[in-house]
């Protein structure tokens, strides 16, 4: 092996402990918490991927409120359901629906996948129930109330 190649391996070997460091000493120390704020990497890489709550048409089922504005999001008061119609956002996003108590989301897969996915979401330790929806295109999105009870529910800027 010549000089120049020991050189070039060497330069190289340096650069992976480099990225190495930086990425154990840049990272978060946590076990990945899917509903926190994106990392240093993450922020660098973009801005917010939600779905702006105007480009979601809301239709429930008697009786329910109709739907407010807050700073937020768009509030939603329902005892049925209700169906969200999410505008197609041109590219791949997150709806992001949050409450102070268990709802039901019913969704289609992104992509060409012909899956649908049905969670019953419940409050975490902050006493938030958070559902992320990924949405690629024009679509629906069903909630509802386990127990037959009123659901407040959120479409959340973030």
């Not at 092996?1 to 120049?4: A, F, K, L, N």
């Not at 391996?9 to 978060?28: D, N």
């Not at 969704?107 to 690629?136: C, I, L, N, Y």
């Given at each position: 092996?010549?000089?120049?190649q020991k050189?070039?391996?060497?330069?190289?070997?340096?650069?992976?402990?480099?990225?190495?460091?930086?990425?154990?000493?840049?990272?978060?120390?946590?076990?990945?918490?899917p509903a926190a704020r994106?990392?240093?990497?993450?922020?660098?890489?973009?801005?917010?991927?939600?779905?702006?709550?105007?480009?979601?048409?809301?239709?429930?089922?008697?009786?329910?409120?109709?739907?407010?504005?807050?700073?937020?999001?768009?509030?939603?008061?329902?005892?049925?359901?209700?169906?969200?119609?999410?505008?197609?956002?041109?590219?791949?996003?997150?709806?992001?629906?949050?409450?102070?108590?268990?709802?039901?989301?019913?969704?289609?897969?992104?992509?060409?996948?012909?899956?649908?996915?049905?969670?019953?979401?419940?409050?975490?330790?902050?006493?938030?129930?958070?559902?992320?929806?990924?949405?690629?295109?024009?679509?629906?999105?069903?909630?509802?109330?386990?127990?037959?009870?009123?659901?407040?529910?959120?479409?959340?800027?973030?």
């Open positions: 092996m010549s000089g120049r050189l070039l391996l060497a330069a190289l070997a340096a650069l992976l402990v480099v990225f190495y460091v930086v990425a154990v000493g840049g990272g978060r120390h946590d076990r990945g918490d994106p990392g240093w990497l993450g922020r660098l890489g973009g801005g917010s991927t939600a779905v702006d709550p105007a480009d979601v048409e809301v239709r429930c089922a008697p009786p329910a409120a109709p739907p407010s504005a807050s700073v937020e999001g768009t509030v939603l008061r329902f005892t049925t359901g209700c169906v969200l119609r999410v505008a197609d956002p041109g590219g791949l996003r997150t709806l992001v629906l949050r409450s102070r108590a268990p709802f039901e989301v019913t969704a289609p897969a992104p992509r060409q996948a012909e899956v649908t996915v049905h969670d019953e979401v419940t409050p975490g330790d902050d006493g938030t129930a958070v559902a992320k929806v990924a949405v690629d295109r024009e679509t629906d999105v069903a909630l509802g109330c386990p127990g037959g009870g009123e659901c407040t529910v959120t479409v959340a800027r973030s």
